[in-house]
């Protein structure tokens, strides 16, 4: 008799306890050794974590029945979509990098007074703020390290008498992901992946409209609260 609470495919909770693991390993694992790709330096524990997360990647292919696979209705094209989208979302990141790098000399000056107060100090609603509506267009990971050389890219100084800033920049970067299908891959990825089982998804600005109904009164809140 089919046991319904039967689990399946359980290989793969090794591996991603695996992956878990590799991330935090080589985020602790500190390396003067790197490897540079054209204008790229890839540190050694980088290079290390990209080779075991697409190790794990292929035994998970591997190790995985066919079978629940396709009873999952698994299918690359949502995976294929998302990653065309994200590799053109960072590719124009890099010019507004290097422009951010000329400080107030730059093209960037006008986002910088945004973010920056008459007397030098951040105005931490304006990051959260800023960051938050870049992050919505933007990936989140390059949307944050945007913002953070914006606020001088010091790591002591801003996990120390600058961590509000921090804080704001962080929060505004992962919080107003979800406003967009872009804001985050997973929800462009559930999309394709709802679409292609023939459910009707709401269009991009409708989808704006309804995560905004939500979701904005509660970032204006949190701003108030932890930013002003």
Do not use: K
């Not at 001088?152 to 120390?160: H, I, K, N, R, Y």
């Not at 107003?176 to 299908?181: A, P, V």
């Not at 462009?188 to 704006?208: H, K, T």
């Amino acid at each position: 008799m089919h046991n319904a609470l039967g689990l399946e495919g359980r290989v793969n909770l090794l591996l991603l306890a695996c992956a878990i693991t590799l991330q935090i390993a080589c985020g602790l694992w500190q390396s003067p050794l790197s490897i540079t790709l054209a204008a790229t330096s890839l540190p050694l524990p980088d290079i290390v974590r990209l080779l075991g997360l697409a190790a794990l990647a292929a035994a998970s292919l591997l190790l995985t029945p066919r079978r629940i696979r396709a009873a999952n209705h698994f299918a690359w094209e949502p995976i294929a979509e998302v990653a065309i989208v994200f590799a053109g979302i960072f590719a124009c990141i890099l010019p507004l990098l290097a422009i951010l790098e000329a400080g107030p000399n730059g093209a960037m000056t006008g986002l910088l007074h945004l973010v920056i107060g008459p007397d030098g100090q951040p105005i931490n609603w304006a990051y959260f703020t800023a960051t938050g509506l870049l992050s919505s267009f933007l990936d989140n990971a390059p949307t944050f390290l945007l913002f953070f050389n914006a606020a001088g890219g010091d790591s002591a100084s801003l996990m120390g008498p600058q961590s509000t800033t921090l804080m704001a920049i962080s929060a505004g970067a992962a919080f107003w992901g979800g406003l967009t299908y872009v804001g985050n891959a997973p929800n462009l990825m559930v999309r394709s992946i709802a679409e292609q089982q023939g459910i009707r998804m709401p269009s991009f600005l409708a989808y704006m409209g309804w995560t905004g109904i939500v979701a904005l009164p509660v970032f204006a809140l949190t701003a108030a609260l932890f930013f002003t």
